[in-house]
Every structure is written in C-alpha cells, then in structure tokens.
C-alpha cells in the first residue's frame, strides 16, 4: 500500500460531516470509513475498483463470497447486485476503503494503444475478483484522492490518471481478465448485453428464452453463461434488482409498502413483504424505519 495512503484518508473521513460513504466533488470517487464491523449492506455494485486501505471487507454476490483486506481490491466488471461488509474494524483502527468506478470507454482506449496488449482469457470469467493492490496502483490511487486537497486541479489531472489506472490493470497480473471488459464482440460481451437489458427492465416479466436471444445463446447455454459471470440466475439477479429500487422507494421517495412492491414489479404485496424480510432480514417497514433513523 502506498505511503501515506491510510495517513490522507483517515484524515479525510475525520473531518467529514455525516457518515460513510462519502461522495466526493470527483464523479466516481467515493470514500469509505466504519469504526465497527457492519452487518451486511446491499446495493448495486457498478464497474469500479473497491479498495481496501485499512481493516477487512467481504462482498457476496449470489453464492460467492470474496473477502479483500487492506493491500487487496474487488474488481468489479459487471453491474450487479450484491452485498458488502466490513469484518475487520474498530475505533483504534477503522475500516478504511476507497471506491474508483471505472470509465470503459478509457479502458478501451489505452487497451487499443498498448503495443503487446494481453490475450483475453478463453474461458467466460466470473463478473467479479480480487487482485492485489501495492505498487503502482496503489500511488496512482493516493495522487487521486490528493487531488481533494486541490479541487481546481481536478478537471485536468483526474481524467489522465484515471488512465494510467487502466493502464497498470491492464499490463498487471489480471490484464486477461481486465481486456475482457473492453470486448465487444466475444459471448462475454452479449452476456452484458442481456444483463442490461434485465437491468432495464426489471420491473417488467422477462423470458429467459428472450434473455438467450440477445445473448445468442440457447436458453440452456445462456442460463449457465449467465451464472458463471454474475454467480446468480437471472431470475435471483432480477429479484434482488427490484427489492433494491423497492428499498430506495420507500426510504427515498416514501412510497409505503404496497406502492413500491407494485411499482417493482410484485402482483402481490405479501409476496414482496416474504421476499423482501428474507433478503434485508427485516420487514419493509421496520427496516425503513430503521433506515431512516439511521440517517437523521
């Protein structure tokens, strides 16, 4: 880990108003701190780069669980729903994380300009993994959020290192894995294509037959390609995906209960209630309110 990476952000969560996370005047850029360990936090996880500075951290997407500590990252490809939880925090040493979303398009662009670029794996990879964080990376990682100190320099600096990000991933140990997210005619890539597609339309019925169409896969093909990137079925990623936007509803947007099961997609309010308590572990409204508490 770079020197000074834990010294700059423990001192900015320090003297941050509110609590974890926190979103900085950087598109992109987030900031993470907990002094205790936490119980599991769901959410849409996007293409981005997850750090860990300090303490230990797990992510479980479907019935796979990666656990990255400080010097490690959770790289993460594809948009999907999962959860996260810090294992290893305390006041003396909190949790300490950095999260960088990724730009594909820069990605792709210093992919076409490497002279030796990485042979793409053969085999379709799981959407997600986790990759050592030291060296390179890690300095890149602490001029980024240096750049908090000197808001004006942002706009000029902040898009070229995030170049040189894409850079040290693709020349690094996992560059077959990386280059992939930069393909755009290989099964991988119509597999993405059906997960935005779900991803859109969530809230509506879908065919896996459909879903294999785009992905110009037979259902059968399609259901096991599917798994193997995101290590859940369609329908437990379309599942999750509108308890999600129901949760958001009700503690953003105060529809109660039956509006925002409706408004997902749920033909019955009690069926969203059963789904929903076993997901959060808690009834919608009794974990809203909790939410809600939480936040004032």
Known sequence: MAEGLVEFVSRYTEAQ??????????????????DHQRRANHLLYKLALCITVQGTKSATFGDQCHHYS?????????????????????????YLGVILELDLAILRAVASELADPPKPSENIG?????????GPLADCT???????????????LYP???????????????????????LSNNHEHRILQAIHFLRDRFAEPVRIGDLAAIA???????????????????????KQLRLLEARRLM??????????????????????????????????????????????
């Open 17 to 34: 108003p509110g609590h974890s996370p926190f979103f900085t005047c950087m598109e992109g850029l987030t900031i993470l701190r907990s």
């Open 70 to 94: 400080a010097g490690q990252a959770l790289l993460v490809s594809v948009e999907m729903p999962g959860f996260g939880t810090v294992t290893e925090a305390s006041p003396a040493k909190p």
């Open 126 to 134: 799981r959407g997600v993994f986790v990759t050592d964080f030291d």
């Open 142 to 156: 602490l001029r980024i959020v240096r750049l908090l100190d000197t808001p004006s320099a942002i706009p000029v």
């Open 160 to 182: 070229a290192l995030m170049r040189e990000i894409s850079y040290w991933l693709l020349s690094g140990p996992h560059g077959r894995e990386v280059i992939r997210m930069t």
């Open 216 to 238: 110009q896969l037979s259902p059968s093909a399609f259901h096991r390609q599917f798994k193997a990137v995101t290590s859940m079925t369609p329908l437990q990623y379309q």
């Open 251 to 296: 503690t953003s947007d105060a529809a109660n209960v039956e509006k925002a099961a409706f408004q997902v997609g749920y033909e019955s309010a009690s069926q969203f209630s059963r789904e929903y308590g076993r997901m959060f572990g808690r009834s919608p409204r009794r974990d809203v309110n909790l939410l809600k508490r939480a936040a004032a």
